[in-house]
């Protein structure tokens, strides 16, 4: 008699560790599956815990929910008990996390991520600024690592590409943008 033996995929162990740092439970990313969004955790800091550096992070939490069905209040439901939620800045720190989420998009329902500092999600190399994306992919996570091409004077606004999020134009590859907070900058363009 044979049994069968399921295969954790790196990506699988990455967002259900992410989930159990900030979640309570997986509610709202079930109604925003329902919805045909594809949630996703973005920073470098992934690519930290991916190589098992657990350390501080502050993560992205965008909901790709385009409809306005998808409310904050459920995801507020959603996550662990708050250590800290600085509500103007969208950051909400789960108690027994080292993990800090920008909630900012769910939150204020805003089109974009509003950031205090760029490399807060980023790490600046050369002309690049990069990153990584985990994609909630149905609850099987989805692990990508992105570069932003850019060139001196600094931008307020980046935006990475995220293919396996639904776009409402199927022509257009879909973006979301990172804007600085109320476009503070310090003198070496890191807010």
Known sequence: MSGSTTVITPDQKLLSQVLQETFDNRDWFSKAVDLGANPIFLG????????????PNELALVSMEFTGDLVSEELIKSLRPAERFDQKLGLYSPKESNITLNIWESFKRDDATMVTSLDKLFRHEANTL??????????????????????????????????????????????????????????????
């Open 44 to 55: 470098f800091g992934l690519t930290d815990r991916l190589n098992g550096v657990h350390g």
């Open 130 to 191: 990069k990153t990584a994306v985990l994609y909630y992919n149905q609850g099987k996570g989805h692990y990508e690592e992105l570069e932003v091409e850019h060139e001196l004077p600094w931008e307020e606004r980046y935006a990475v590409d995220l293919p396996l999020c639904r776009n409402m134009h199927p022509k257009e590859a879909l973006e979301w943008n990172f804007c600085l907070y109320k476009g503070k900058r310090s003198v070496d363009g890191w807010a």
